[in-house]
T-cell receptor, first 112, second 117 residues
Framework: QKEVEQDPGPLSVPEGAIVSLNCTYSNSAFQYFMWYRQYSRKGPELLMY????GNKEDGRFTAQVDKSSKYISLFIRDSQPSDSATYLCAMSGPGGYNKLIFGAGTRLAVHP | GAGVSQSPSNKVTEKGKDVELRCDPISGHTALYWYRQSLGQGLEFLIYFQGNSAPDKSGLPSDRFSAERTGGSVSTLTIQRTQQEDSAVYLC???????????????FGQGTRLTVV
């Protein structure tokens, strides 16, 4: 079993839809949770960064972390064609667990 | 430059040849990662350098793969006797690690696209 599981999609939605992306994980030592966005032929770039459980909102993006369920989510409101990309969750922990472990990435297509 | 720089951007090599991939991290970043991304796949962790600590090599797929980081800055990933299954994009990232918070944002380079023919 992988440490981080993420549905690879692809996910296709119409413009304006609410998108929900999710990851589950097995290592309870993870405390830092991130979402990266990767456009085709580019390196990933950080979208959201969350410490421990709770919600974080940034514009149209909301990240949620539920450590009790080992489940994290990214919501995109009013999705735009420019949101079409691969979304990767990543996580790390303190001390000896602080290397970043990524999910497989979910490919999202937002069509006009 | 301000970002993570990787070279070359593209590399085509013959099966059995050795290749070296270079990564220049952001100045002052103490952590450096190498990942591999095959077509349509997620990021496969290869190796992690953090300050003066021994590197975490747990992701290297075989003994044909090695990496070093000189002077806590530039890193080179070497693949010996390349095989066709080594074809992938090799991504380097760096970050600033604090004692209390662990890793902060990791900044990625554009990657080296390796093709073994």
């Amino acid at each position: 079993q992988k440490e981080v599981e993420q549905d690879p999609g692809p996910l296709s939605v119409p413009e304006g839809a609410i998108v929900s992306l999710n990851c589950t994980y097995s290592n309870s030592a993870f405390q830092y949770f991130m979402w990266y966005r990767q456009y085709s032929r580019k390196g990933p770039e950080l979208l959201m960064y969350t410490y421990s459980s709770g919600n974080k909102e940034d514009g149209r993006f909301t990240a949620q972390v539920d450590k009790s369920s080992k489940y994290i989510s990214l919501f995109i409101r009013d999705s735009q064609p420019s949101d079409s990309a691969t979304y990767l969750c990543a996580m790390s922990g303190p001390g000896g667990y602080n290397k970043l472990i990524f999910g497989a990435g979910t490919r999202l297509a937002v069509h006009p | 430059g301000a970002g993570v720089s990787q070279s070359p951007s593209n590399k085509v090599t013959e099966k059995g040849k050795d290749v070296e991939l270079r990564c220049d991290p952001i100045s002052g970043h103490t952590a450096l990662y190498w990942y591999r991304q095959s077509l349509g796949q997620g990021l496969e962790f290869l190796i992690y350098f953090q300050g003066n600590s021994a590197p975490d090599k747990s992701g290297l797929p075989s003994d044909r793969f090695s990496a070093e980081r000189t002077g806590g800055s530039v890193s080179t990933l070497t693949i010996q006797r390349t095989q066709q299954e080594d074809s992938a994009v090799y991504l380097c990232a760096s970050s600033w690690v604090t004692g209390g918070r662990g890793n902060t944002e990791a900044f990625f380079g554009q990657g080296t696209r390796l093709t073994v023919v």
